[in-house]
T-cell receptor, first 114, second 112 residues
Framework: QEKVQQSPESLIVPEGAMVSLNCSFSDSASQSIWWYQQHPGKGPKALISIFSNGNKKEGRLTVYLNRASLHVSLHIKDSQPSDSAVYLCAVSRGTGANTGKLTFGHGTILRVHP | DPKIIQKPKYLVAVTGSEKILICEQYLGHNAMYWYRQSAKKPLEFMFSYSYQKLMDNQTASSRFQPQSSKKNHLDLQITALKPDDSATYFC???????????FGAGTRLSVL
């Protein structure tokens, strides 16, 4: 069964700092890796996804995927207090077995202070 | 305007009772899901439906029964409630099963 581990558990940074979040997964056949943001009392919101080895940039977000090491990281540039939330890493199953199921990690709690 | 509506937002139930959690999506998606988030566990997949047909069921108990009366509805019936069922239940949808999942705000269930 797929396992998704996230680190650190929590992170406090000053406004404007670069934030780096890590995620490791266990199934090399995993299709896509997603990052979701969840504010208190709200549902998760998709931020960015990656399928191919390498990196992908969208606005202030950059995600790096290394399939050989089963590791993905999310970097948030110029962090803002509004970025304070829980960040969830999620992995989808391999092609041909995809039923829309995502396996989530426990999340990283990010707090950006002004 | 929320595009995925979950009702109620909060729900308190007694052990042994039955409840129905409501989910409607107005995104025009063909796939819908239920996930559960409890205090000590990560967000867990429960069910996926595509064009109102069950695609995957990862719940171990038959006490959890999804019901799809319309293509944009996926309700969740829970019978014989237990305190361990206390969690926030999230409904989600996507266009096909390989695309981005959009989540509702959740129903927070407390079983006493």
């Amino acid at each position: 069964q797929e396992k998704v581990q996230q680190s650190p558990e929590s992170l406090i940074v000053p406004e404007g700092a670069m934030v780096s979040l890590n995620c490791s997964f266990s199934d090399s056949a995993s299709q896509s890796i997603w990052w979701y943001q969840q504010h208190p009392g709200k549902g998760p919101k998709a931020l960015i996804s990656i399928f191919s080895n390498g990196n992908k940039k969208e606005g202030r977000l950059t995600v790096y995927l290394n399939r050989a090491s089963l590791h993905v990281s999310l970097h948030i540039k110029d962090s803002q207090p509004s970025d304070s939330a829980v960040y969830l890493c999620a992995v989808s199953r391999g092609t041909g077995a995809n039923t829309g199921k995502l396996t989530f990690g426990h999340g990283t709690i990010l707090r950006v202070h002004p | 305007d929320p595009k995925i509506i979950q009702k109620p937002k909060y729900l308190v139930a007694v052990t042994g009772s039955e409840k129905i959690l409501i989910c409607e999506q107005y995104l025009g998606h063909n796939a819908m899901y239920w996930y559960r988030q409890s205090a000590k566990k990560p967000l867990e997949f429960m069910f996926s439906y595509s064009y109102q047909k069950l695609m995957d069921n990862q719940t171990a108990s038959s006490r959890f029964q999804p019901q799809s009366s319309k293509k944009n509805h996926l309700d969740l019936q829970i019978t014989a409630l237990k305190p361990d069922d206390s969690a926030t239940y999230f409904c989600a949808s996507s266009q096909d099963q390989t695309n981005t999942l959009y989540f509702g705000a959740g129903t927070r269930l407390s079983v006493l």
